[in-house]
């Protein structure tokens, strides 16, 4: 039964992480998109490097997300040893 728990949950997670993926590639083409059509030199300078900083945070917190909830399903929980009280 806990097999096909994680067999599910890999699957929506593999989904997830997708999605999230895609819609932050689909986040920042339209936000490179809208900083090229600026006009003035300081607000596009100043908006790419906020879309740099976004670009960052979207991206590694989809890698974050996919990794820890990757641990989260397939690790192994051991038992602790024979004859160690618990405290």
């Given at each position: 039964m806990k097999m096909?728990?994680?067999s599910v949950a890999s699957?929506?997670?593999t989904v997830l992480i997708v999605a999230m993926t895609l819609g932050a590639m689909f986040i920042l083409v339209e936000a490179t998109d809208y900083v090229t059509?600026?006009?003035s030199t300081l607000q596009r300078a100043s908006a790419m490097g906020a879309e740099l900083l976004l670009?960052?945070?979207?991206?590694?917190?989809?890698v974050w997300?996919?990794?820890h909830l990757a641990v989260?399903?397939?690790s192994m929980k051991e038992p602790p040893p024979a004859g160690d009280s618990v405290v």
């Open positions: 096909i728990i994680a699957i929506l997670t059509s600026l006009e670009g960052v945070v979207l991206l590694l917190g989809t997300l996919a990794t989260r399903i397939f």
